[in-house]
């Protein structure tokens, strides 16, 4: 679409690269609701999950950078996963400003819980897996790609 008309540039939502981005977010995110509602997560709250799961614990700062989620939207999915009893946060003895995020016990058993999901949701997707590498690889690459032309650089 580089060097179109503006007019001629997008001719139906269908045609819009941001709407199939949108639509297949939400038809994955919708796949994912049934198998989390078992487990009383939220997508979100799962995506801490594999994080801390993966990193055992991690501050909210880099947590925040990790999943791209500011501190306003992700203080309240940690006191929720914190009140279910799943994650710890503590300020760190070395930085008080800074808080450390951590497993509790029944936060490190819910990880085998979980292990059906992603062959679950692969399932659901219906694409190789060489397809869907490719596609997350073009997905990192268009959002640094925007995230680098939003700031500036």
């Given at each position: 679409?580089?060097g179109?008309?503006?007019d001629?540039?997008?001719?139906?939502i269908?045609?819009?690269?941001c709407f199939?981005?949108?639509?297949a977010?939400?038809a994955v995110?919708s796949a994912y609701?049934?198998?989390l509602?078992?487990?009383?997560l939220?997508?979100?709250?799962?995506?801490v999950?594999?994080?801390l799961?993966q990193?055992?614990?991690?501050t909210?700062?880099?947590?925040?950078?990790?999943?791209?989620?500011?501190?306003?939207t992700?203080?309240?999915?940690l006191?929720?996963?914190?009140?279910?009893?799943?994650?710890?946060?503590?300020?760190?003895?070395?930085?008080?400003?800074?808080?450390e995020?951590?497993?509790?016990?029944?936060?490190r058993?819910?990880?085998e819980?979980?292990r059906?999901i992603p062959?679950?949701?692969?399932?659901?997707?219906?694409m190789?897996?060489a397809?869907?590498s490719r596609?997350?690889?073009?997905?990192?690459?268009?959002t640094?790609n925007?995230?680098t032309?939003?700031?500036?650089?």
């Open positions: 679409m580089v179109m008309d503006p001629e540039a997008v001719s139906t269908d045609d819009m690269v199939a981005l949108y639509a977010s939400r995110t609701r049934p198998l509602q078992a487990l009383n939220t997508y979100p709250q799962y995506l999950m594999v994080v799961w990193r055992g614990s991690i909210v700062k880099d947590l925040g950078d990790h999943l791209q989620l500011d501190y306003g992700l203080t309240p999915l006191k929720r996963l914190e009140a279910a009893g799943l994650v710890t946060r503590r300020r760190r003895a070395d930085d008080e400003r800074s808080v995020v951590g497993l509790t016990d029944e936060g058993e819910l990880r819980s979980t059906h062959i679950a949701i692969g399932d659901a997707m219906g190789p897996e397809e869907l596609l997350r690889d073009s997905l990192r690459r268009l640094n925007v995230s032309h939003g700031s500036g650089a």
